[in-house]
C-alpha cells in the first residue's frame, strides 16, 4: 500500500466521493432563486448520505459551473470556500477541485483546511474548453508561496473532454510526469465525467509510476466494475455512478452508495 494512502486515508483501496457543487454564481447556469441557500441545501443532503453510506474520502467539485473556464471568477472561488467552509467532513479526508483552475483549488485547499487538489496540471491539450495548457511550475510556485506544501497535488493525465496533442503514450506521459513535477497521486480518466476509460490505460500507467505513488481510477467506476478496476488501481474517485439513476447531475442515491461499498468491501476483503 502506498505511504500517501497509509497516512491519508489509513484503509487499503480508499473511496473518494465527489460533492458536487450546484452551479456558482457567475456562472451561467446558477439557480438565483434558490441563491446560497439552495447550494449548501444539496451539497449538505449529498455528503450526509454519502457519510453514512462509508466512502472514504470526499472531493469538492464545481461540477455544474458548464461551460467550463480556465480562469476562476472571484465570486466563484468566494462561494465555493464558504460552502466547504461550512460543509466539510469530520469523518474523512477532503478535496478540492476547481473545473479547471489549479491555482483556484490550491487557494480555496488553503482556505478550507483540504487536503489535496485534484487538478491536470501537464500536457497540451485540445478540448471542448479551446487550447488547454496547464503550467505545472506556476501552480507548485503559487503552493510555496501561500505556505500550502501540506496540500497534496493529484494529478490527471488523462483529462476528460479533452485529447492530448502529441505522440506519446500514457506510459510515456505518466512516468514524465513522476520526474518533471512529482504529484502524489496520478489519476486516470474516461473521455467524460463518468466514463470509464480502457482498463490497459490503467495498467500502463500504474507500470510507469511503480508503488510509491498511488494510482486512482478518476471516472467511470460503477458497482460492477469496481473490482476490476481496484484489481490494478490503488484507490478510487467516484460521482455519477452514485447519483440518483446513474446521472451525473442528481443527487446522491444511498442504495447505489451501498452497492458500490459492498463491491469495494470484497477487495478489501477477499476472503
Excluded at 79 to 93: C, G, W, Y
Excluded at 131 to 159: C, G, H, M, S, V
Aim: aromatic share 8%; net charge negative; with cysteine.
Amino acid at each position: 500500500m502506498p505511504d500517501l494512502i497509509k497516512e491519508l486515508f489509513k484503509i487499503e483501496k480508499p473511496v473518494i466521493a465527489m460533492a458536487h457543487l450546484p452551479a456558482l454564481p457567475g456562472t451561467p447556469r446558477f439557480d438565483e432563486t434558490k441563491g446560497m441557500d439552495g447550494i449548501l441545501e444539496a451539497v449538505s443532503s449529498d455528503l450526509e448520505t454519502l457519510i453514512a453510506g462509508g466512502v472514504d474520502g470526499i472531493l469538492f467539485c464545481n461540477e455544474d459551473d458548464r461551460p467550463y473556464s480556465f480562469s476562476a471568477g472571484l465570486e466563484s472561488v468566494a462561494v465555493m470556500t464558504r460552502v466547504v467552509s461550512d460543509l466539510k467532513p469530520k469523518q474523512v479526508p477532503f478535496g478540492v477541485d476547481f473545473l479547471w483552475d489549479p491555482v483556484a483549488a490550491t487557494a480555496i485547499a488553503k482556505a478550507t483546511g483540504a487536503a489535496f487538489v485534484r487538478e491536470v496540471i501537464s500536457g497540451i491539450y485540445e478540448s471542448d474548453m479551446g487550447l488547454w495548457q496547464p503550467d505545472a511550475a506556476a501552480l507548485y510556485r503559487y503552493r510555496k508561496e501561500i505556505d500550502a506544501e501540506d496540500i497534496l497535488i493529484f494529478a490527471n493525465i488523462t483529462p476528460e473532454f479533452a485529447s492530448p496533442l502529441g505522440t506519446r503514450s500514457v506510459f510515456e506521459r505518466a512516468q514524465s510526469l513522476v520526474v518533471s513535477t512529482i504529484p502524489d497521486a496520478v489519476l486516470v480518466s474516461g473521455p467524460m465525467a463518468g466514463s470509464h476509460p480502457d482498463i490497459s490505460l490503467l495498467a500502463e500507467a500504474k507500470s510507469a509510476i511503480g508503488e510509491e505513488i498511488p494510482l486512482f481510477l478518476n471516472t467511470g467506476a460503477k458497482a460492477e466494475n469496481i473490482q476490476q478496476y481496484l484489481g490494478i488501481a490503488d484507490g478510487v474517485i467516484v460521482g455519477s455512478s452514485l447519483k440518483i439513476d446513474g446521472y451525473t447531475w442528481n443527487p446522491i442515491d444511498p442504495s447505489r452508495v451501498e452497492e458500490f461499498m459492498e463491491q469495494v468491501l470484497k477487495i478489501r476483503n477477499p476472503d
